[in-house]
């Protein structure tokens, strides 16, 4: 529930990560400036002892995140896969909240599984394994069906997930209000609904059906893709709170050491993981959102295995042309096209200026080019992106959200195996076939075809539409009365006054 109690969690939150030793290691990570790194520790320090103790065996990052929670768990995950961005040592320390988090008990998840399917789990499996892998939302178990004795994982989610997601992410809309009201700079990276964003990601991670039918269309749209395998559903035995799905043999993708004494290629495979979610997102519009290692395999013979569904991410026809043609135009470097792609779209305002944009984002582009991967600070890069998107006005687009984050995991992936690997190169050829269909004669083509069947479709109830349309032309309605409109303006002023009051009362308590 929001409201003024959520201050609370904001500094139990920072209490946290200057309790456990994160706060540095967090500062340090991300080259905090120095005036920083001093508000943080003098407004933190006096709080310390508010702080959650967490586990003491834990490294201090992923001490002051399990404590946290699991909303916060999730922004762990996301930095576990960006090595160049967070360091090495931090992102290993990070990558146990992939699937290593203390599970709870398997009598309990059986109990979950009676509970919500209604059956007995003793008479359903034949075996009926301890937890194998254990995350932020639901742990998994290997388990046999009775009927065929075939291997399949077991998902259940964690008992009471979804009150300690809700009390996560209530904190995080208080943060983002605080944010809209008291840093006019951060309003156009619209806080408020990148949070709304992320709410409704979590609302449909914490429904296993809606994962379930998401792995189903996943599986449907890549079943052609050569090197890449999604397990199937056991429909009969999966609901809200539990997934059935068949087993998947492989080893992990994050475990560098166990895919070199596999035989496996890990430069193959790094280009794989990047080709593979580009194709899905340009050809599909339809993507796994969630790509990092720990929802990652490898089978046996070199396919890369994909599972949890609870993150997909969907992009419609004409932001997939837009997104295509920005990374082609950076692959060229024609940056003049980027910038004009960036102002057709409507990601920049009219106002800026054409050139000088282009000019900006040719001081992003030029120092990649050309220079190995081990030596591009990916953290100096974003932080520049930032400033540019900061002088140019450009909002925050949460359509694209997932998208964006999710190049942003599949590269630390891809990188992760082959830390030499150069995105643009392995990219060039999908993104070049993509644009000589997508865009061009062929498209116009199919666009005008596309058009021709709409039109077909409401042929009949087109002379309705222009003689309505005609008639409400040649009649317009008479203005309302004078007084009217002062009424309805007055009612209007005072319903928008008192949501901006209720927002202020939100924001300062």
């Not at 904001?10 to 920083?36: H, S, W, Y």
């Not at 943080?40 to 959650?52: C, D, N, Q, S």
């Not at 939302?137 to 809700?166: M, S």
Request: hydrophobic share 45%; glycine share 8%; aromatic share 8%.
């Amino acid at each position: 529930m929001r409201g003024p109690h959520n201050i609370w969690r904001l500094i139990r939150t920072g209490a946290t990560l200057e309790r456990t030793g994160a706060m540095n290691v967090v500062l340090d990570a991300f080259e905090a400036p120095k005036a920083l790194r001093i508000v943080a520790r003098v407004l933190a320090r006096p709080f310390m002892w508010l702080g959650y103790p967490g586990d003491p065996s834990m490294p201090p990052a992923t001490r002051a995140l399990t404590a946290l929670g699991p909303a916060y768990i999730k922004f762990g995950q996301i930095l576990s896969t960006r090595p160049d961005v967070v360091g090495d040592e931090l992102a290993k320390q990070l990558r146990v909240l992939q699937d290593q988090l203390p599970p709870f008990p398997a009598a309990q998840a059986r109990a979950e599984i009676a509970r919500e399917l209604g059956v007995d789990p003793d008479e359903v499996f034949l075996e009926f394994s301890e937890p194998i892998a254990a995350a932020s939302i639901a742990q998994v178990h290997k388990a046999r069906l009775a009927g065929t004795g075939e291997a399949v994982a077991v998902k259940v989610l964690r008992p009471g997930i979804e009150r300690a997601f809700r009390k996560d992410v209530d904190a995080f809309y208080l943060a983002a209000r605080i944010a809209d009201l008291f840093a006019p700079g951060a309003r156009r990276l619209r806080p408020m609904d990148v949070i709304e964003h992320f709410d409704g990601v979590v609302r449909g991670e914490l429904d296993l059906r809606l994962e379930s039918a998401a792995a189903s269309e996943f599986a449907a749209n890549t079943k052609g893709d050569e090197g890449f395998k999604v397990p199937s559903i056991i429909w009969h035995l999966s609901g809200r709170r539990v997934m059935t799905l068949g087993w998947a043999d492989g080893v992990a993708l994050g475990d560098n050491d166990a895919i070199d004494a596999a035989g496996h290629d890990r430069v193959r495979l790094s280009h794989n993981v990047l080709t593979l979610f580009l194709q899905h997102a340009l050809r599909d519009g339809y993507f796994h959102a969630d790509m990092h290692q720990g929802n990652l395999k490898v089978a046996p013979n070199g396919d890369i295995i994909a599972y949890d569904f609870g993150i997909m991410g969907h992009i419609d026809e004409y932001t997939r042309r837009v997104y295509a043609e920005i990374l082609f135009g950076f692959i060229r470097k024609d940056y003049r096209r980027v910038a004009e792609v960036h102002f057709e779209a409507g990601y920049v305002p009219a106002n800026q200026d054409v050139d000088e944009f282009a000019r900006a984002l040719r001081a992003v582009g030029e120092p990649i080019f050309g220079m190995d991967a081990t030596r591009i600070s990916m953290a100096r890069v974003l932080a520049y992106l930032f400033e540019v998107t900061e002088r140019f006005g450009m909002e925050t687009r949460t359509e694209l959200i997932l998208l964006q984050r999710t190049m942003v995991v599949v590269e630390g992936v891809s990188r992760s195996l082959n830390p030499h690997v150069n995105i643009w190169d392995v990219t060039e050829p999908l993104l070049t076939d993509y644009i000589r269909t997508h865009i061009g004669p062929r498209a116009l083509l199919n666009d005008l075809t596309q058009t021709a069947r709409v039109l077909t479709r409401f042929g009949p109830r087109l002379p309705r539409l222009v003689e309505a349309a005609l008639i409400a032309q040649a009649n317009p309605a008479p203005p309302p009365p004078r007084q009217r409109r002062w009424i309805a303006l007055a009612g209007g002023l005072g319903v928008a006054l008192g949501a901006l009051l209720v927002l202020a009362l939100e924001g300062l308590f």
